[in-house]
């Protein structure tokens, strides 16, 4: 499975910004999706997660009611919305695929992941 993320940028806080991240390979679209994020400086932290049919998906507290997770296995593409942007969450964002198809927030359960997207939140 290859994943290539876009729809980073830099944006004031208070905005919004939407990633994607299209899969391509087999079975893509049986895969659970998910967002994670690293800091400068930090560890790379989970974000959010869903299954591979889109009936269950988490995320995080720390961007609970700002972030939304969705997909569109048509498209073989995973979404997040992200509004009412800090910049505590300026980081670099990554999409990974997991071959078990229930969403997940363990990084290790991650077997394929995508080149990483910039997203700046200026104060």
């Known amino acids: 499975v290859q994943l290539q993320a876009s729809g980073g940028g830099l944006v004031q806080a208070g905005g919004s910004l939407r990633l994607s991240c299209a899969a391509s390979g087999r079975a893509a679209n049986s895969f659970a999706l998910g967002w994670f994020r690293q800091a400068p400086g930090k560890e790379r932290e989970f974000v959010a997660a869903?299954?591979?049919?889109?009936?269950?998906?988490y995320v995080s507290d720390s961007v609970k009611g700002r972030f939304t997770i969705s997909r569109d296995n048509a498209k073989n593409t995973v979404y997040l919305q992200m509004n009412s942007l800090k910049p505590e969450d300026t980081a670099v964002y990554y999409c990974?695929?997991?071959?078990?198809?229930?969403?997940?927030?363990?990084?290790?359960?991650?077997?394929?992941w995508g080149q990483g997207t910039q997203v700046t939140v200026s104060s």
């Open positions: 869903i299954s591979w049919s889109g009936d269950r998906a």
């Open positions: 990974a695929a997991s071959i078990g198809g229930s969403a997940r927030k363990n990084m290790q359960e991650y077997s394929y």
